[in-house]
């Protein structure tokens, strides 16, 4: 099998402004953030595919699209995502979606010679009662929660994967795990979508209705920890340029609120004078989960953007772009 030249010598990632970079996933929440990053940093060559295009699941049609187009760099941030009701609702979706695009994508971007690659994975990688704030060597020491458990496996074996080849072939395959992510180009689907943006919606509606009180779902006592995506595209540039190792690194803000804390902050964002109601005969998912990211802080990278700016961010792109 051909694979990936790892010359020292050749340039660095930030370097060379045209080099070619394939960003899996460009349109979803992260991908579309990191190219917004790159397109800032004045890189050229952004080698861009919607699903339409080019259907990650389908391995020939993967390998044909890196044969012809012969990517640099590849940063991997396609996925199947969802909240607790899409995991419980689509669980075979969730493992088998996401197995074959990072298989195929990795695969195919070492045997087509790809200089490095980056995949990014989920803080809910961890066991449920990991230790807090979590960090990267929990992966693997205990349960994880049920409710995420199928993706959640799927981006434990794409760490594993990009840590064989690099073992197997000394290719330059890191993996980055981000925190919960919000911003512009989220998810606000009103089954489908994760806990901020489900609430910034159902805030707005319940704002331009006129509603007297908002239902939230669980007592509002998990803690959380929240990471602009904006920030997180900083941070992916960060690690391409600057990491190179065999262990997956944490990317989180440090900074936790309880989902109460939160709901309230997304209440007076997005001005809805009305009650806040808990339904606690509905489920709260993991107790607590903040990230150890003292690694990526210790290699020279911390995040810059508050929680409550990140709202006010968010709603607006909300505002152009989803509302009714």
């Not at 200089?115 to 990991?130: H, N, R, T, W």
């Not at 512009?184 to 006129?210: Q, T």
């Not at 964002?269 to 998912?285: A, I, Q």
Request: hydrophobic share 40%; proline share 5%.
């Amino acid at each position: 099998m051909s694979g990936a030249n790892n010359d020292a010598t050749s340039p660095s990632f930030l370097s060379d402004k045209s080099a070619r970079i394939f960003v899996a996933g460009h349109r979803g929440l992260v991908g579309s953030a990191i190219v917004r990053k790159l397109q800032a940093l004045g890189f050229t060559n952004l080698v861009l595919r919607t699903h339409v295009e080019l259907d990650l699941t389908r391995q020939a049609d993967v390998e044909s699209f890196f044969a012809a187009e012969k990517p640099r760099f590849v940063i991997l941030a396609a996925a199947k995502v969802g909240g607790i009701h899409a995991n419980n609702t689509y669980p075979a979706d969730f493992i088998a979606v996401n197995l074959q695009i990072q298989t195929n994508v990795i695969h195919a971007a070492y045997r087509f010679g790809v200089k490095k690659l980056l995949f990014l994975g989920s803080s809910c990688i961890y066991p449920k009662f990991a230790p807090q704030p979590i960090p990267e060597n929990a992966l693997l020491t205990g349960p994880l929660e049920p409710t995420n458990e199928w993706y959640a496996i799927a981006k434990i074996a794409g760490i594993k994967m990009c840590q064989a080849y690099r073992i197997q072939y000394n290719w330059d395959a890191i993996s980055g795990m981000p925190t919960n992510l919000y911003g512009p180009h989220d998810n606000f689907h009103p089954e489908n979508s994760h806990v901020l943006p489900a609430l910034m919606r159902r805030f707005h509606e319940a704002k331009v209705k006129g509603a007297e009180e908002v239902v939230v779902w669980g007592t509002g006592s998990p803690l959380r920890e929240f990471l602009h995506v904006d920030d997180l595209a900083d941070g992916v540039v960060f690690m391409m340029e600057s990491y190179s190792g065999l262990e997956h690194v944490n990317v989180g803000s440090g900074k936790e609120v309880t989902i109460k804390e939160l709901a309230e902050l997304v209440k007076e964002v997005v001005g809805f004078e009305g009650r806040l109601v808990w339904d606690s005969t509905k489920p709260d998912g993991t107790p607590r989960k903040l990230m150890d990211s003292s690694k990526l802080a210790g290699l020279g990278w911390t995040p810059k953007i508050s929680l409550k700016d990140g709202l006010v961010d968010t709603y607006s792109w909300y505002l152009e772009n989803v509302k009714q």
